[in-house]
């Protein structure tokens, strides 16, 4: 296990392995005074698993909003896929967020008048993209979706609806999927199927994912977790167990108290 206390220049650039997501010197404060983000600098190379942690309060949520265009910072360079969205008009983020960011969220986020079916296909129809029918097949049938696409939400367990939200934010063949607490709303058992399910899409398919999340044996599943505290990247761990990121934020909780 390798931990550094701040990303250095080159972290994980690699020239066979392309950065699917670098943030450079990115900042962000709210209400003029309360900095959120305080130069913070990431680089995510294709085809890996990140998780990003932290206290509450330490600006994890407000990292993953601005990575992901749902949010832009004051100051800084995002780049997804080598396209610059830390400054793009509200429309332009829209368009760039339909075509090449997929969204996981804690509470599903399924319309419960479309089938399955029509929910994964949904981030298509919006962006007036045609489906890949050879694509979306695989891929529903990988996740294990095949026979319940005909099936509304409200028929399914949380780990179904769970893994639908994920089979959408993958419709676009998306450059990151950024996960937001992706099993805080499922039990243990449940929770490790969809992580194993994200790891495999990792591992398996090349997808990059970048998940925040307050668990540390969730964060585990991942390549690297980046801990945030105060507005900034705290430490930055290489494959650490659950129990080495669990004192991490014992300390920081401890610290803040």
């Excluded at 004051?74 to 008009?89: K, M, V």
């Excluded at 075509?99 to 509470?107: E, L, N, T, Y």
């Excluded at 049938?141 to 409200?154: A, E, K, Q, T, Y």
């Amino acid at each position: 296990m390798t931990t550094l206390t701040k990303p250095r220049p080159g972290l994980h650039e690699d020239p066979t392995r392309p950065l699917a997501l670098l943030l450079r010197d990115v900042t962000k404060t709210y209400d003029g005074a309360h900095k959120t983000l305080d130069h913070v600098s990431l680089q995510v190379p294709r085809g890996s698993f990140l998780a990003i942690m932290g206290p509450s309060g330490s600006g994890k949520s407000t990292l993953l909003h601005c990575a992901a265009g749902l949010d832009s910072p004051d100051s800084g360079e995002i780049r997804i896929g080598g396209t610059d969205i830390a400054h793009l008009s509200e429309t332009q983020r829209t368009r760039s967020r339909r075509s090449r960011i997929g969204f996981v969220f804690q509470a599903y986020n399924l319309l419960p008048s479309l089938t399955v079916e029509e929910n994964i296909t949904l981030p298509l129809r919006l962006a007036g993209t045609d489906a890949d029918k050879q694509w979306l097949r695989s891929l529903v049938d990988r996740i294990g979706l095949g026979d319940l696409l005909h099936r509304r939400p409200g028929g399914l367990s949380g780990g179904q609806q769970q893994r639908a939200a994920i089979a959408r934010s993958l419709a676009a063949r998306p450059e990151v999927v950024f996960a937001d607490e992706p099993t805080g709303a499922l039990d243990s058992g449940t929770a490790a199927e969809v992580l194993d399910l994200l790891r495999d899409l990792v591992d398996e398919l090349g997808q990059t994912v970048v998940m925040v999340t307050h668990d540390p044996n969730a964060a585990a599943r991942a390549h690297a977790t980046a801990v945030v505290a105060d507005g900034r990247i705290d430490q930055y761990f290489d494959r650490p167990t659950a129990d080495e990121l669990a004192r991490r934020l014992t300390h920081l909780r401890g610290a803040r108290a």
